[in-house]
């Protein structure tokens, strides 16, 4: 539309040169000088979608290792409290007085807990604030049950703490 | 085993207050461990006696509060462990007469916790402040909640419950806890505690800048815009951070305050006549 404008303005042929040939050369020229002003920034958004590419995928593959990792730590300190409070289940059940059906009940509560929590779902808004509903319910229950939460787990000199 | 050791009358008289310092030792014959709780991880901050004197709250840095219930056999039994806040859990308060528990938490929130089927939640979630909150206190109705902080305000918390006049969006069935009033600018220094009289509805603050202020609020009351002024400021209260007030809860305008100076103060507070 600029080539348009000018046309109508300056009649063609009052000099050597025809305008509409100098504007063809002027306009091939700053399409030339456009591919080396504009390089940088030519080169800079092909730098960015290569490295974005590349950095999704380590990003994921990253992001799977540390997922899978802290995922599994979850799982196995949600499923340690659920074999304790199974086990304690089990053993309260054989005399149930109204002393040990407190606990009992502190221990089926526990239990709902961790089979509502849902494993599957990372993407599940509450699993922090679950989770901690679990490790505040577990401390309860050891509490009652007048157990050191911090209690060693086995005869490795591993300590129960997340 | 110590004797009392009433000592040190060091009155500082003024218009509407005096001080009298005392360092009291108790004697220790009278005095004996019946039991202790544990469960805790680290340092507890702060214990609380429910009004009906059935419950107990504590508060650590573990960022955990412990809800414990007492038998008719003096036995602690843990009724719930809450890890609602983020971080140190600093003070918890009892509703005045309800089974309502507040804690205050350096995460600069303060969180309101009730039993419900069973358990016990944390059922409101007070922010604004942008700080650690140091303490809270309830007022004689427990409508209103009194907080301060390292921020160097104390705001003022009114409940609204579910279809409230005043249009306050709750939800569900619980109340929503709604800032009405920010007391900014009178502090110099972190604000320790707060104390809210029960018998004439003074606030009294203890702050780091050695002072303590008592605050009244002007009437005629506006309930939704309540209005407090500062009606008594001992700036050298203490030489050192003024840490805990407490009214007296049967005699108006007894104060006693305690300090890093390692005294501890009474004062008395007499309303000014005319606001």
């Known amino acids: 539309m600029l080539s348009g404008g000018g046309v109508g303005a300056h009649p063609a042929g009052s000099r050597g040169l025809g305008f509409r040939g100098a504007m063809a050369a002027a306009s091939s020229g700053a399409d030339m000088f456009d591919d080396i002003v504009m390089a940088e920034e030519r080169f800079h958004g092909e730098g960015y979608r ?19 990792l802290h995922g599994a730590k979850i799982g196995s300190e949600v499923g340690c409290y659920l074999g304790f409070a199974l086990t304690w289940q089990c053993l309260l059940h054989k005399c149930t007085d109204e002393k040990n059906s407190k606990k009992i009940k502190v221990l089926d509560s526990l239990i709902g807990m961790i089979r509502k929590f849902p ?10 604030e679950d989770l901690e509903k679990i490790r505040g319910k577990f401390k309860q229950v050891c509490s009652i049950l007048n157990i050191q939460s911090d209690f060693r787990i086995s005869t490795e000199r591993s300590s129960l703490t997340f | 085993a110590q004797t009392a050791t009433a ?13 009298l310092v005392a360092h009291v030792l108790l004697p220790c014959s009278s005095f004996s461990c019946v039991t202790t709780l544990e469960g805790h991880e680290n340092e507890v901050k702060s214990v609380a006696w429910a009004p009906s004197g059935n419950l107990l709250a504590t508060c650590s840095r573990d960022k955990s509060v412990w809800v414990w219930e007492v038998d008719e056999e003096e ?13 140190d859990v600093k003070h918890v308060v009892w509703h005045p007469n309800q089974e309502l528990l507040a804690s205050a938490s350096y ?41 301060c902080s390292d921020d160097k305000t104390v705001r003022i918390w009114r409940q609204y419950k579910p279809g409230n006049e005043e249009g306050v969006a709750c939800s569900g069935t619980d109340p929503t806890w709604k800032c009405v ?3 900014s600018g009178f502090h110099t220094r972190t604000i320790y505690d707060v104390a809210w009289c029960h018998l004439t509805g003074a606030l009294a603050t203890a702050c780091g800048d050695d002072a303590i202020r008592v605050f009244e609020e002007s009437s005629p009351a506006a309930p939704q815009q309540p209005t407090f002024s500062l009606a008594a400021h001992v700036a050298r209260a203490h030489s050192q951070d003024v840490n805990c ?3 007296n809860p049967k005699e108006p305008g007894l104060l006693a305050s305690c300090s890093d100076d390692g005294e501890i103060a009474f004062w008395k507070y007499q309303r000014p006549e005319v606001c």
């Open chain 2, 7 to 19: 000592s040190d009358t060091a009155g500082v008289k003024s218009e509407h207050h005096e001080r």
């Open chain 2, 75 to 87: 036995e602690y039994e843990c009724v719930s462990v809450l890890n609602s806040h983020t971080q």
């Open chain 2, 181 to 183: 009033c920010n007391l």
């Open chain 2, 245 to 247: 007030v407490a009214w």
């Open chain 1, 119 to 128: 494993y599957e779902d990372p993407t599940y808004d509450k699993l922090q």
């Open chain 2, 107 to 147: 995460d600069d929130t303060v969180k309101l916790y009730h039993e419900e089927e069973d358990d016990w939640v944390c059922c409101a979630t007070l922010e604004g402040h942008e700080s650690t909150v140091w303490s809270v206190a309830f007022d004689r109705s427990g409508k209103r909640l009194a907080s």
């Open chain 1, 50 to 68: 290569e490295g974005y590419a590349e950095g999704s995928h380590i990003g994921v593959v990253e992001g799977r290792r540390h997922g899978s």
